[in-house]
Structures are given as structure tokens and as C-alpha cells.
């Protein structure tokens, strides 16, 4: 049996290229004191002990560590490369999440060598649909441009969409734009509402639309097969997968399976050092300097996120040992991170939609 990963996520800059409309960094600001992003941003001393605990406690843990690098845009950080060098001499996974945008042929190249074999390039719908969201012209054809020369350097791609109001019905377009470029795999978040707006914000999916762009990737997936891998690793997923032994054990002992991983298998790190349960979840839980092992032991909200029993009594369902919906948007709608993922669509499920788990990593 493999082992479990645990994986920080690391805003390594907040400085980006772009600017894109549904990004939480336009949520951070005087005006939101709470999820606010400083300008200091953390030195290559910092990060190299942040890697090394996170390197130590994996395998005090005996989990396999994965360090993820964000942004803002983590091609516009100045020493990147000495960064993933250091990541690569510890042979410690290593994945970045990015526009695509600044990705040349030679710079892919160079993430290859240095030990890059997966990363994320985000996709908004068709063409006229990024470039609005992304607030540039030239974004999508640099995105393809950064997709294809990844590709052809022998890295992995992952095409992400954040799924919203505006570009529910534009998967397809996302999925062959994705085929085209090379990519291995393609899939969809959620987009988190602004906590100002909650449910009326005009970009929020309900349930019955969660529920039918999930219908819709899962018929794209045997459409496409062969061609490109559908990921289903969005939380709720799980509601459309078989009750198999493995959930009726977790059930009965309470214990943890797999769904959202906030407080059990990751941490979210921003450029300043201040830590998140999740990078969508903006609740300030310490600075790393404190170490993983005390944040992740000691932290109320960790504990909190981590009582299974709670959860499901805040009026969640049985599959809170699998599932527990989406913390973030929780927060999000209600200001209460142990609610009910208000975008579940579990109630509209029907027989024919269920179907055998395929892991996909």
C-alpha cells in the first residue's frame, strides 16, 4: 500500500503577471484584513528550512512529502530555480501551479532538468472567455504556447479550470484546447465565492449546476478517452463514486478516508510565511517558522477540522469520512468553516451516475 502524501502549497511570490478576476489575491488587501498578503516576502534561507521540515516530518510521519509552489505567479520569483535545486537534492516531489504564460521552450527545459515532471497550467473556458477572465489578450495563446512547450520538455501537464457562472458550459472547449496542447490531464475546481457576497455572488455555482458540469465531465471522460485523463478529485466527486468497503470501514470508525484534505494532509504557506489550513480557506493558523509538527498538533482550528463527529452534527451527511464537502466554500457562504458545503449536490445523485473510484495522481 502506498503511503499518504502530505504536501505544503506555497504562495512563493504575490507578484504576477496577470490579473485575473476570480483570483483570491484581489480579495487581499487593507479592506480585508483578514486574508492580507505582505510584501515580505519569505528569503531562500527561510524556504530551504520550511523544505527541510517538511522533508523531516514526512518521514517522522511516514508520509511522502510533495511541496507545491503558487503564486502570485511563481515564474516571476527571482532565485525559483535555486529553489527547486534545493527540492531536487532532497528527491522530494515537486509540482508548480502557474498561468503558463512565461513557460518559453528553454525555461521548460530547464524545469525538466531540475527535477519538474508535473505542474499546472490553468484554462478559463474558450479563448474570448480567458483572456476576459485573465485580464489579457495574449493570456490563452501563451497558456497553449506554455502547455505545448512543457509537453514537448517532458513534463506532465495538468489544465485546470475554475469552474464558474460565466464559463460552466465551456468544459469541452477547455478539455480539447487541452488535448491539442498535449496535455495529460484536465479538471475542474471550484470557485470559492467572496465572503462579502456569499450566495448571491454572480459567479457562484449551486448544487443542481455543480451537479451537472459533473454529469458533464464524466460523460467527456468516456467521450475522450485514450486521449486525455478527466480528473474527478474535486471533494465531491465522492458522492459519485461506489459505497465501497473501504467508505463503510471509515464510517464505522470514524476515521478519515479521503475528500477535502484541510487539517489532515497539507498546509497552505503564503509568500510572507503565514499559514492556511488551505490556500482558499484565508484563516491565519500561525507562521511556519513554528514548525509542522506543532501546527498540525496543537492548532485549534486543525483540531476542529479534523473532529469528523462535529462536521457531520453541523449537519453534513454519513460521508463525511470521504467527502466533508468543501471547507472553503463553507466559510465562504457562512463564516463558519464546520457548515455544510452549500454547493453538495448529493440529494440530486441518481443510481446510474455512480461509478467504481479510479484513483488519479
Not at 475554475?162 to 487541452?178: C, G, P
Not at 496535455?183 to 448571491?200: D, H, I, M, R
Not at 457562504?333 to 461509478?355: L, N, S
Request: proline share 3%; with cysteine.
Amino acid at each position: 500500500m502506498s503511503q499518504r502524501k502530505f504536501f505544503i502549497q506555497w504562495d512563493s511570490t504575490n507578484n504576477c503577471n496577470l490579473r485575473c478576476s476570480h483570483c483570491y489575491h484581489n480579495r487581499e488587501g487593507p479592506d480585508h484584513a483578514e486574508h492580507h498578503q505582505t510584501d515580505e516576502l519569505m528569503t531562500f534561507n527561510e524556504v530551504a528550512a520550511m523544505i527541510d521540515d517538511l522533508d523531516q516530518t514526512a518521514k517522522h510521519w511516514e508520509f511522502t512529502p510533495r511541496f507545491q509552489i503558487s503564486g502570485g505567479e511563481p515564474m516571476k520569483r527571482h532565485d525559483l530555480i535555486e529553489i527547486l535545486s534545493y527540492t531536487q537534492s532532497l528527491n522530494m516531489e515537486t509540482r508548480l501551479l502557474t498561468n503558463g504564460t512565461l513557460i518559453s521552450e528553454a525555461k521548460a527545459r530547464e524545469l525538466h532538468e531540475k527535477g519538474i515532471k508535473r505542474l499546472q497550467i490553468s484554462l478559463d473556458g474558450s479563448q474570448e472567455r480567458h483572456n476576459k477572465i485573465r485580464g489579457g489578450g495574449f493570456a490563452y495563446s501563451l497558456a497553449l504556447e506554455g502547455i505545448r512547450n512543457c509537453a514537448r520538455a517532458g513534463i506532465n501537464v495538468t489544465v485546470s479550470m475554475t469552474a464558474m457562472q460565466s464559463n460552466k458550459l465551456e468544459f469541452e472547449d477547455v478539455v480539447n484546447a487541452s488535448i491539442s496542447s498535449g496535455a495529460k490531464y484536465v479538471g475542474f475546481q471550484s470557485y470559492v465565492p467572496n465572503s462579502q457576497f456569499g450566495l448571491q455572488d454572480p459567479e457562484f455555482m449551486g448544487p443542481k449546476e455543480t451537479y451537472e458540469l459533473f454529469q458533464v465531465a464524466r460523460r467527456l471522460s468516456n467521450k475522450y478517452k485514450g486521449q486525455i485523463t478527466i480528473l474527478q478529485t474535486e471533494v465531491l466527486w465522492q458522492l459519485m463514486q461506489w459505497d465501497t468497503q473501504t467508505k463503510q470501514s471509515a464510517r464505522e470508525s470514524g476515521k478519515f478516508l479521503s475528500g477535502c484534505g484541510a487539517g489532515f494532509s497539507g498546509l497552505s504557506v503564503l509568500s510572507d510565511g503565514t499559514v492556511y489550513p488551505c490556500r482558499r480557506l484565508p484563516i491565519s493558523i500561525g507562521h511556519i517558522s513554528e514548525g509542522i509538527k506543532k501546527l498540525m498538533t496543537e492548532n485549534d482550528v486543525l483540531k476542529n477540522l479534523r473532529n469528523l463527529e462535529r462536521i457531520k452534527q453541523n449537519g453534513c451527511c454519513d460521508a463525511v469520512n470521504y467527502c466533508r464537502g468543501c471547507r472553503a466554500v463553507a466559510y465562504a457562504v457562512t463564516g463558519d468553516y464546520m457548515a455544510p458545503d452549500p454547493m453538495c449536490f448529493k440529494q440530486f445523485v441518481r443510481p446510474e451516475d455512480i461509478e467504481p473510484r479510479i484513483i488519479r495522481r
